[in-house]
C-alpha cells in the first residue's frame, strides 16, 4: 500500500511540475497586452469572485455556523483593509480570519 502512495505523488508531482515548466516555456511568446491574455485574465478573477460567493452565499465546513450578516461583514471590512492597504492581499487575509473568529465567538 505505501507503494501505490509514492507513486500517486510522483505522478501527481509530475503532472503539476511539468505543467508548469510547460507553461514557463510557452509564456515567452505571450504579450501581456493582447487580447487572449486579457481574457485570461478576466477570466480567473471572475473564477476567484464566484470561488468567494459561494463561500459567502453557500459555506462548508465551520462557516456554516456563522450568519450571512457576520460573514457579509467580514468581506466589507476585509475590502476595506485591501483598499487601505495598497491592495495588499495579506493584510485582508489576516483581518478577515481574526474578524470572523471574533465575530462568531464573542457577538
Known amino acids: ?13 509530475l503532472a503539476t511540475f511539468l505543467s508548469r515548466f510547460l507553461g514557463v516555456v510557452s509564456s515567452q511568446g505571450i504579450k501581456e497586452k493582447s487580447k487572449l491574455f486579457r481574457w485570461f485574465n478576466c477570466l480567473a478573477y471572475a473564477t476567484l469572485a464566484a470561488l468567494i460567493a459561494r463561500t459567502i452565499i453557500f459555506p462548508a465546513g465551520v462557516l456554516v455556523d456563522s450568519t450571512y450578516f ?23 487575509t ?14
Open 1 to 13: 500500500m505505501s507503494a501505490n502512495i509514492v507513486y500517486a505523488i510522483l505522478v501527481t508531482s
Open 70 to 92: 457576520s460573514r457579509l461583514i467580514v468581506v466589507l471590512l476585509s475590502l476595506f483593509v485591501f483598499f487601505i492597504s495598497k491592495k495588499n492581499y495579506i493584510y485582508p
Open 94 to 107: 489576516i483581518f478577515s480570519a481574526i474578524c470572523m473568529a471574533i465575530i462568531n465567538n464573542y457577538i
